[in-house]
């Protein structure tokens, strides 16, 4: 069954370094999108993508953020200058479509800002 | 504005006996919505979704959710819990996917 892989599980970085994070989403979906799990706290919608372009993002996603479709298969979140906030589980998830909103969710990658 | 509200952030059965996991949403209109089980260290994965056809909606695992507007309630359900069930829980809605905040799910044995 396709599923969506992300890399690396686990990322440890230090205060004001940069982090890509990095999501093969499902190979014939068109709409991926990023959120974050702070530790304890509930599934935040970050930014959804379609058609290589930004569709929607939240206000957490601010200019710290950025998203890319650097090829036809990755999918990734930067974090330009990372803060201890950033710390939390980051998952990509993919669509086929946006008339049932149905999403597959890689497995997430934990990000440790120290 | 959408937006879901899981009622119990813990919830605690015995093995065997019936899962009742309760979800309300705020919609202006038709929403879809979803139960998706996160299990430790694991990513999220979708249990089953209501996107206006029938209101009961069958998933995986023995799941079950009704939709009933006029109660705007989407409640989970299983009639028999089973060890592996233990888990955490969110219900979601669309458009922009926003979660609940989860509901922890133990089952003793």
């Known amino acids: 069954e396709p599923e969506v892989t992300q890399t690396p599980s686990h990322q440890v970085t230090q205060m004001g370094q940069e982090v890509i994070l990095r999501c093969v989403p499902i190979s014939n979906h068109l709409y991926f999108y990023w959120y974050r799990q702070i530790l304890g706290q509930k599934v935040e919608f970050l930014v959804s993508f379609y058609n290589n372009e930004i569709s929607e993002k939240s206000e957490i996603f601010d200019d710290q953020f950025s998203v890319e479709r650097p090829d036809g298969s990755n999918f990734t979140l930067k974090i330009r200058s990372t803060k201890l906030e950033d710390s939390a589980m980051y998952f990509c998830?993919?669509?086929?479509?946006?008339?049932?909103?149905?999403?597959?969710f890689g497995p997430g990658t934990r990000l440790t800002v120290t | 504005a959408q937006s879901v509200t899981q009622l119990d952030s813990h919830v605690s059965v015995s093995e065997g006996t019936p899962v009742l996991l309760r979800c309300n949403y705020s919609?202006?209109?038709?929403?879809?919505l979803f139960w998706y089980v996160q299990h430790p260290n694991k990513g999220l994965q979708l249990l089953l979704k209501y996107t206006s056809a029938a209101t009961l909606v069958k998933g995986i695992n023995g799941f079950e959710a009704e939709f009933k507007k006029s109660e705007t309630s989407f409640h989970l359900t299983k009639p028999s819990a089973h060890m592996s069930d233990a888990a955490e829980y969110f219900c979601v809605v669309s458009d922009h996917m926003r979660f609940g905040a989860g509901t922890r799910l133990t089952v003793k044995p």
């Open positions: 998830a993919s669509s086929a479509d946006r008339v049932t909103y149905e999403q597959y």
């Open positions: 919609s202006s209109y038709s929403p879809s």
